[in-house]
């Protein structure tokens, strides 16, 4: 599954055969999403008036998920049978927002699949901060500007052959920018897409699956605003901040992370092992998942 809008799927076959296909009814309410493997019957010829059905989603193997907010209890599925996520943050313009890569990267280790972060625009603003805040939890950080924007495409490139990795980020951060650079005829497969979809051209307005020059996909998304965790228990979100582990396994068993008389993670961050802005965002999440 390529792509999703409005009730029509663009599936690519096997033979590289881009159709548009609708949910068949026994299929009921289950979700299709773009990553899915399915199974299509009827018209396969991808001629433009041709129509098939969905009959079958195959088993996925990871779910990228996320909600409204963190108090909404409907959870929706971003993108399935993905490798890694890849969060792309701008060092400025516009303005870093390290609690929503936080969020990322909780949905991403929720999900069970490998985190990468590509910082851009560092020709016009250091990103000193964020590496400080995420050297430590060990996700891989690739760095991207001008000059060096071609070094960063390359190691992406790299990271993202043979696997399906989804790009995620604020809109103006350059998101786009690295998709084009990565699939060099992007524009070209968008308009493809669109036409027989009807979906509207880039910038993205739904996410959107495009292959890779020597193997693997690219799953583009619409710039994000928030990432609601609702579907994310408690005890599963402080094991997804792997660099405050550490003093978590130092804080009484009932500590709730919250009471700063008993927690051990303040003397943890205090210690130089974690940012103190990875604390504070670990307990304003606890602090809403609280509240639920």
Not at 34 to 39: F, L, R
Not at 226 to 250: E, T, Y
Request: aromatic share 2%.
């Amino acid at each position: 599954m390529v792509s999703v809008d409005r009730g029509r799927y663009g599936v690519l076959l096997d033979d590289d055969t881009l159709l548009v296909a609708m949910r068949a009814r026994e299929l009921g309410r289950k979700s299709i999403v773009v990553g899915d493997a399915v199974e299509v019957v009827g018209d396969v010829s991808g001629g433009p008036d041709a129509l098939a059905r969905i009959v079958r989603i195959s088993d996925r193997r990871s779910v990228l998920r996320r909600s409204a907010d963190d108090v909404d209890p409907v959870e929706r599925v971003l993108v399935a049978n993905a490798d890694q996520l890849v969060i792309v943050c701008a060092t400025t313009d516009p303005t870093p927002q390290p609690r929503l890569i936080d969020r990322c990267l909780v949905a991403a280790m929720d999900a069970g699949i490998d985190a990468v972060l590509c910082l851009t625009k560092n020709d016009k603003a250091p990103p000193t901060d964020l590496r400080r805040i995420y050297g430590p939890v060990g996700v891989p950080i690739i760095l991207s500007g001008r000059p060096g924007f071609e070094a960063a495409v390359e190691l992406l490139r790299r990271r993202l052959h043979e696997r399906v990795t989804v790009l995620v980020g604020s809109s103006g951060v350059g998101k786009s920018t690295l998709v084009n650079a990565l699939v060099p005829d992007a524009d070209q497969r968008i308009g493809e897409v669109s036409a027989r979809t009807g979906k509207g051209q880039h910038t993205t307005t739904a996410a959107l699956a495009l292959p890779l020059p020597g193997g693997g996909w690219v799953v583009d998304t619409p710039g994000i605003r928030s990432f609601g965790l609702a579907h994310v228990d408690r005890d599963r979100m402080v094991a997804c901040f792997p660099d405050l582990a550490g003093g978590v396994a130092n804080c009484p068993t009932d500590c709730d992370h919250l009471d700063l008389e008993v927690c051990e993670l303040d003397a943890w961050v205090a210690a130089g092992h974690a940012a103190p802005e990875r604390l504070d965002s670990l307990r304003r999440l606890l602090v809403t998942r609280d509240a639920m």
